[in-house]
Each structure stands twice: as C-alpha cells, then as structure tokens.
C-alpha cells in the first residue's frame, strides 16, 4: 500500500489496473478486498467490466491508515 493520498480525480473511474498501480497493491489483493466488501465497484454497462471511482479509491485508502 502507497503511503500518501493517491492522486486522482474524484469522480473520475478507475480500471483494475490503474487502482492496483495507485495503491500499490497486487490485482488479486484488489479482487480480495472487493469480495470481503472492504472496497466497492462499479460496472460498464457495455462490457461488464470492474471500475473504481476516484472517491472510493480514497476512501478505501483512509479506512487502511
């Protein structure tokens, strides 16, 4: 885990791999993380594919401090 505030745009969405990168955490620790709830997803319409809003990324990140 990063040990300052990612940088990202708050209402910005976030794929997979751009949330493992800005937190500094391995993609199974995410998809970890997201199945005991600790942080939520969202879905493209589209593909179905996860995204992650800025403010989420934030807020997961305080709650590990």
């Known amino acids: 885990m990063v040990s300052k505030v990612p940088n990202v745009d708050v209402n910005g969405r976030y794929s997979v791999a751009q949330t493992c990168?800005?937190?500094g955490i391995h993609r199974n620790t995410l998809i970890n993380y997201t199945k005991a709830g600790k942080i939520r997803c969202g879905f493209h319409r589209a593909n179905m594919r996860k995204f992650y809003l800025g403010?989420?990324?934030v807020r997961f990140w305080n709650s590990q401090l």
């Open 21 to 23: 990168k800005l937190l």
């Open 55 to 57: 403010k989420e990324v």
